[in-house]
């Protein structure tokens, strides 16, 4: 399966960041056996798509409605029609900060999907559920709530993410990862079938150059989601090379 590379810039990047997403770009199709994206705020992506024609640039939330009267809020053919291919949802710092949950995360999911974007679903436990043992059923509990029924490779992505580990330089352990994804695919897999089967699993949490390549390494991680490392083409580049030898 191929590696799916993603760099999620949060709430950072101004127009005078375009340069930066370009250089991002021109590194990313270098690797050509690598997919690779962008997801922006939501500001930047007309230009970013406008000056990087071809790239998939992506937004990092959508409202669970088509329109109407919410005031500050973006919809999914609003980012679509900005030239966006598809959205991070149910992001912890969403799911913290905004309240957002599973429910809603699949709602939105259903929103993105009618109006043609992919999504990347988030998923994670946070240091206090993991102290617990709980991680297995916390992740797999929203898994299953926050997937809409009709999910398949073709528009759904799944991005594990440890909250603990999030922007720290922390990670769980490698066998703890395996653990996981793998645990991740097999309800995949009872649920969807064949299909399971290839729903792209990323890693996300303090992914960076340094232990990208020991990560993308452990079966059922399909690449990653990448916040702080993805900032810079620098930062990028040992990521996006590391997944392109598979
Ligand atoms: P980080 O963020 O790489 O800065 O830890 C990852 C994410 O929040 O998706």
Known sequence: MRKFIVGNWKMNG???????????????VSYSNVDTALCLP???????????????IGAQDCHQEISGAYTGCISA??????????????HSERRGLYHENDALVRAKALAAQSAGLSVIICIGETREERDRGETEHIVLGQLSASVPDD?????????????WAIGTGL??????VAQIHAAIRGALVQRFGDEGMKIRILYG?????????????I????????????LTAAKFEPIVAAASVY
């Open 14 to 28: 101004l127009l005078s960041e375009l340069p930066t997403i370009t250089a991002i770009r021109e590194l990313a």
């Open 42 to 56: 939501a500001p930047l992506i007309a230009s970013a798509v406008l000056h990087n024609d071809g790239y998939i």
């Open 77 to 90: 053919q609003m980012l679509a029609e900005a030239g966006a291919k598809l959205t991070i949802l149910g």
């Open 151 to 163: 999910a398949n490779s073709s528009w759904v992505t799944i991005s594990y993410e440890p909250v």
């Open 171 to 176: 990670i769980p352990s490698l066998e703890d």
């Open 205 to 217: 949490g303090s992914m960076n150059g340094d232990n990208a390549a020991s990560l993308l390494a």
């Open 219 to 230: 079966d059922n991680v399909n690449g990653g989601l990448i916040g702080g490392a993805s």
